[in-house]
């Protein structure tokens, strides 16, 4: 029969619990301390090589997009304030707050026309017409980076994903998903009638009204009833072909 263990016992393998705890927190920290360590050092070059190539940074938006990424990598935000090393190294904060200053104007413009939903390679392009030649490339990347600290003013800024389109919401309204597959089947060709939608989604009549409605109400979809189909067309000026363009260099 096997023999409990004793009080003497217990008490060494409580103490070599102790001990192997201990290791366990030394060699947690000394790893620790490793990793802060790199960490320190990687900054360090971090900053040389902002300081070598801070024009690149500036002008160039594939090369200023890849910065970012190293940034992130060590938990460096050069955007987190325009004071301090980075913004006066680099001056892109000054950069970002500018640019979104313009995507606000941009999306303001162009609200009446699609609703305050635009797709974000037109607002690129938009933008890189306003700033002109001899105001430095624009990359979709830093129109993302803009608009994340536009989220700050509160008033529903934010880039949604609908297929393959990334859109630029400026209004807070809220998309469901009924919304987005309306939206993602009109990509094809700019618009939908309740007839496609019926056929492509599967869906009953009264469900396409009220979606169709929905969005017309918002302000992101135009009638369209000019064809001798006599089929009411609901276009949508944030995925369409016929792009917002026309309505912001008007």
């Known amino acids: ?23 366990g927190e030394n060699v947690a920290k000394v790893k620790t301390d490793m990793m802060k360590g790199q960490l320190a050092t990687f900054r360090s070059q971090l900053e040389e090589f902002a300081h070598k190539h801070k024009h690149d940074i500036r002008k160039n938006p594939a090369f ?15 955007l987190a304030s325009n004071k301090g090393f980075w913004a006066e190294l680099l001056g892109i904060g000054d950069f970002y707050y500018e640019l979104g200053v313009q995507i606000v104007d941009i999306c303001l413009a162009t609200r009446a026309h699609n609703g305050g939903l635009i797709n974000l390679q037109e607002l690129c392009h938009l933008l890189r017409q306003r700033r002109r030649s001899d105001r430095g490339a624009v990359s979709e990347d830093d129109c993302l980076r803009a608009i994340s600290k536009l989220k700050v003013l509160g008033s529903g800024f934010e880039v949604i994903s609908v ?13 469901n998903k009924d919304h987005n597959e309306i939206l993602e089947l009109a990509q094809a060709q700019g618009f939908v009638t309740v ?7 599967s869906w009953t009549p009264g469900r396409t009204i009220d979606a169709l409605e929905t969005l017309l109400k918002e302000g992101l979809a135009m009638i369209d009833d000019g064809h001798r189909d006599g089929k009411r067309r609901y276009w949508f000026p944030c995925v369409s072909p016929i792009s917002s363009l026309v309505a912001a260099d008007s």
């Open 1 to 23: 029969m096997r023999r409990k263990p004793g009080i003497g016992g217990l008490q060494n393998a409580a103490a070599a619990r102790n001990q192997f705890r201990l290791v």
């Open 64 to 78: 200023r997009s890849q910065f970012h990424e190293m940034c992130a990598k060590v938990g460096v935000d050069p």
């Open 163 to 175: 297929g393959k389109k990334k859109l630029v919401r400026s209004v807070p309204t809220e998309l």
């Open 195 to 201: 007839e496609e939608v019926e056929r492509r989604l």
